[in-house]
């Protein structure tokens, strides 16, 4: 079984420009997942998807961040414009859903590591 | 923020038993426990979860309490490849900073 997929694995770029980070989770999972990991802090959820619709977007930093999941497949996440304290690892994850359930296991990719100079 | 606490870090001997614990005294009803772990530079591991009983698999057991306040990840036999940093978190995806358990030879 193919597992999460995510793309560029790493990213360097100048403060104020803009990136995109892409994600393809396992075939047949509903819930997918961005996280940000900072060095040394664990994986802080910024958003969670169910299909196409956003379940959780509390932690994401909307000013700057924004994320699509337009058929429920793949899914995107950009930041415009990056700073320097965006330096992290943009980890994606995904789940099947199971209705009356709150959540099945997650499983992760491997991360894209941004830096922001 | 998170509704697990753990410790730090711990350290355990080759071959022995590691026992990690977590506090989670905020749980609700319907919300299970999960335990992922971490090595360097690749994204969490899914490790096993449970609701109120114990569980086992191939990787691990979990402990749950009767009142589900708090479990423990039991590693029976743990090698240098065990160490990591290891998650407990509940149903709201939300991670702390985990335990950086070290296997020691």
């Known amino acids: 079984e193919a597992g999460v997929a995510q793309s560029p694995r790493y990213k360097i770029i100048e403060k104020r420009q803009s990136v995109a980070f892409w994600c393809n989770p396992i075939s047949g999972h509903a819930t997918l997942y961005w996280y940000q990991q900072i060095l040394g802090q664990g994986p802080k959820l910024l958003i969670q998807?169910?299909?196409?619709?956003?379940?959780?977007d509390s932690q994401l930093p909307k000013d700057r961040f924004s994320a699509e999941r337009l058929k429920g497949v793949d899914s995107t996440l950009k930041i415009q414009p990056a700073k320097l304290e965006d330096s992290a690892v943009y980890l994606c994850?995904?789940?099947?859903?199971?209705?009356?359930?709150?959540?099945?296991?997650?499983?992760f990719g491997q991360g894209t590591r941004l830096t922001v100079v | 923020d998170a509704k697990t606490t753990q410790p730090t870090s711990m350290d355990c001997a080759e071959g022995r038993a590691a026992n990690l614990p977590c506090n989670h005294s905020t749980i609700s009803g319907n919300e299970y426990v999960y335990w992922y772990r971490q090595i360097h530079s690749q994204g969490p591991q899914y490790i096993i979860h449970g609701l109120k009983n114990n569980e086992t698999n191939e990787m691990a057991s979990l402990i749950i309490t009767e009142d589900r306040k708090s479990s423990t990840l039991i590693l029976p036999h743990a090698t240098l490849r065990d160490t990591a940093v290891y998650y407990c978190i509940v149903s709201d995806m939300r991670f702390g900073a985990g335990t950086r358990l070290t296997v020691k030879p």
């Open positions: 994850a995904s789940s099947l859903f199971y209705p009356g359930r709150w959540n099945t296991e997650a499983f």
């Open positions: 998807f169910q299909n196409n619709g956003v379940v959780d």
